[in-house]
């Protein structure tokens, strides 16, 4: 019996340094697509000159998209991460293949429809693929250190993406079909990996030709009702979630604060940035690709660390507190001389990288932690959902603010939000503190 505990724990131990390199191999490619992803709404405003309104509606498909990401994982974990994987790596990434065709605002803003309609697959699949072969002591670890090698891509890439834009706005279109490729090379590392023994998951690694394989209905040939039942039974299964587990429940709320802020910023700022700070491509990748990407990347491993060692809600509580600044740096732009546009803009996205590097750990992971086993990718697809659902509501209110108030207005309430959610956090690890001490857990 014990060489059998000990045969399996070897295995295990070999399957997570198998899935840890193949995974940190994948981000140099997920760093390449990340550097284009990066700038969708900064084309669509500079190179296709597109209006406030068309850029607020691509920012919205994105974060919009992610209300799929329910079924998505509701889907997967029944059946087919890998597989799913595949088939997002297609729709929502080797899509752009197809950008050379997008010539006009509406025609570049209909492809990345496709793009945020795939985009919310990606996350429970991979989330549900780390949690089955890594373990829960190493994730926030091996994800800093991924962190790490995608926004040293990122911000390496920036330097000749902005160069090449900045020379010829027009390049996006032979420069985003190779970032779309990349991103698709990443989905394929990660379901091309081995399952652990004992995964209950129907989940055999994907080939290219299990793309193309049409999904059975679950709920028999499609009829109103049935259908209807379909579309509501994840998020029925959702509320019954957060009946049971009230202290994810917090959790995703102060991520719904901190959300609202983060997304009224994403409409608001490449307008700022080009009509009124009137920032070059050069300007704006150094500000919002490589400041950015450089400050997580040296961050992530930290506080992918901080994350395993402490909570996610503790970290949580830090990087909401200090992203208040980033819309305050913002706001600051231009209004003194001692700073120029560009270095005010510079100075944002320094305090944004901060802020973010906690952030980005504990979004992409922190679900995890209140997960039970077997259960991080479909609790992970309830939290990118919710991701769409403040994402219908925060990028709108933005433009509205802006359009009604003005730039300063917007700033001021996404930093009131962003000190919200940090208090918010504050309270819920007392309460969770507090419940763990009743309980006589450690």
Not at 18 to 45: D, E, I, K, N, S
Not at 135 to 162: C, E, H, K, M, Y
Request: proline share 5%.
């Amino acid at each position: 019996m014990r060489d059998e505990v000990s045969r399996e724990s070897r295995e295990d131990a070999v399957l997570a340094s198998l899935t840890t390199r193949r995974y940190l191999l994948g981000m140099v490619f997920q760093g390449v697509w990340w550097a284009g992803y990066l700038l969708f709404p900064f084309v669509l405003a500079k190179s296709l000159h597109a209006p406030g309104a068309l850029v607020t509606l691509a920012v919205t498909m994105d974060t919009a998209g992610m209300l799929l990401a329910l079924y998505w994982g509701h889907l997967m974990a029944r059946r087919g991460r890998r597989r799913w994987l595949l088939r997002g790596g297609l729709g929502g990434r080797l899509i752009l293949l197809l950008t050379p065709l997008a010539t006009t605002p509406v025609a570049f803003v209909a492809l990345l429809a496709v793009v945020h309609f795939f985009g919310s697959l990606v996350y429970p699949a991979v989330n549900g693929i780390l949690q089955a072969n890594l373990p829960a002591d190493r994730r926030g670890r091996v994800f800093g250190q991924g962190a790490l090698i995608q926004n040293l891509t990122t911000a390496a890439i920036s330097l000749a993406v902005g160069a090449l834009l900045e020379r010829d706005a027009g390049l996006y279109r032979a420069i985003f079909p190779v970032m779309g490729t990349s991103g698709f090379v990443y989905l394929w590392i990660l379901s091309r990996l081995p399952r652990p023994a004992g995964d209950t998951a129907v989940d055999p690694p994907a080939g290219f030709a299990d793309i193309f394989t049409v999904p059975r209905l679950p709920l028999g040939p499609v009829r109103w009702r049935r259908l209807a039942a379909a579309l509501a039974t994840p998020f029925r299964q959702a509320l019954q979630t957060y009946r049971e587990d009230r202290a994810y429940l917090w959790y995703e709320i102060n991520f719904m604060i901190y959300g609202t802020a983060f997304m009224m910023l994403n409409p608001v700022v490449p307008l700022y940035f080009t009509e009124r700070l009137d920032l070059g491509y050069a300007q704006i990748t150094n500000a919002r690709v490589l400041i950015a990407s450089l400050g997580v990347a040296v961050l992530g491993p930290l506080t992918g660390r901080l994350m395993d060692r402490f909570h996610p809600v503790r970290l949580c509580t830090i990087a909401f507190a200090v992203l208040v600044l980033y819309p305050a740096a913002l706001a600051l732009a231009g209004r003194f001389s001692v700073l120029s546009p560009a270095a005010a803009a510079y100075l944002a996205f320094g305090v944004y990288a901060l802020g973010m590097s906690g952030v980005n750990v504990a979004w992409h992971v922190g679900s995890i932690s209140f997960a039970p086993p077997g259960q991080g990718g479909y609790y992970q697809g309830i939290h990118v959902t919710m991701v769409g659902v403040r994402g219908v509501v925060g990028p709108l209110a933005g433009y509205a603010v802006l359009r009604l108030l003005g730039y300063l207005e917007v700033f001021v309430a996404a930093a009131i939000f962003f000190l919200l959610a940090s208090f918010s956090s504050v309270f819920l690890w007392r309460w969770m503190k507090r419940a763990a001490d009743a309980s006589g857990e450690v």
